[in-house]
C-alpha cells in the first residue's frame, strides 16, 4: 500500500527557513515523480514544485522559485523541501504527493495540477510569524 508522510512542519518567523521531508513506503520511489502542493485557509491546493525520479529536472511554482528547493534522496525513500526567506503568505498546509513515472521534463500545467497526482499525504502544517 503505497503511504506518504510529511514531517518537518512547524512555526518560522518571516525570513526564516524550514526543511519538509515526505517519506514514503509501499512504492518504489524509483518509478515515481514526486511533487508538493500547499493549501492555505480558504484557496485553492497550489502545485508549487516538482521533481524527476533522477533528480535532474526540477520545476517550481513563480510564488516559490528562488527561495524553495526540491530534491529527493531515492535511497531513504525521501523527497524534501527546503524552504528560506519564508514569507507569511507561505503559511499553509504543504502536502507530499506522488505520480507513477518517469517523466523526464515535468513542468507546468503537469506538476501543478492536482488530478495528476493520485498519491498524497496527509499534510504537514508550516505557519509563519511576521
Known amino acids: 500500500q503505497v503511504q506518504l508522510v510529511e514531517s518537518g512542519g512547524g512555526s518560522v518567523m518571516a525570513g526564516g527557513s524550514l526543511r519538509l521531508s515526505c517519506t514514503t513506503s509501499g512504492l518504489n520511489i524509483d518509478d515515481y515523480v514526486m511533487a508538493w502542493f500547499r493549501q492555505a485557509p480558504g484557496k485553492d491546493r497550489e502545485g508549487i514544485s516538482c521533481?524527476?525520479?533522477?533528480?535532474?529536472?526540477?520545476w517550481y511554482s513563480n510564488s516559490v522559485k528562488g527561495r524553495f528547493t526540491i530534491s529527493r534522496d531515492n535511497s531513504r525513500n525521501t523527497v524534501y523541501l527546503d524552504m528560506v526567506n519564508l514569507k507569511p503568505d507561505d503559511a499553509a498546509m504543504y502536502f507530499c504527493?506522488?505520480?507513477?513515472?518517469?517523466?523526464?521534463?515535468?513542468?507546468?500545467?503537469?506538476?501543478?495540477?492536482?488530478?495528476?497526482?493520485?498519491?498524497w499525504g496527509p499534510g504537514a502544517l508550516v505557519t509563519v510569524t511576521s
Open positions: 521533481i524527476t525520479w533522477n533528480s535532474l529536472t526540477t
Open positions: 504527493a506522488a505520480d507513477r513515472g518517469k517523466r523526464l521534463y515535468p513542468g507546468s500545467p503537469y506538476c501543478a495540477g492536482q488530478l495528476n497526482f493520485p498519491y
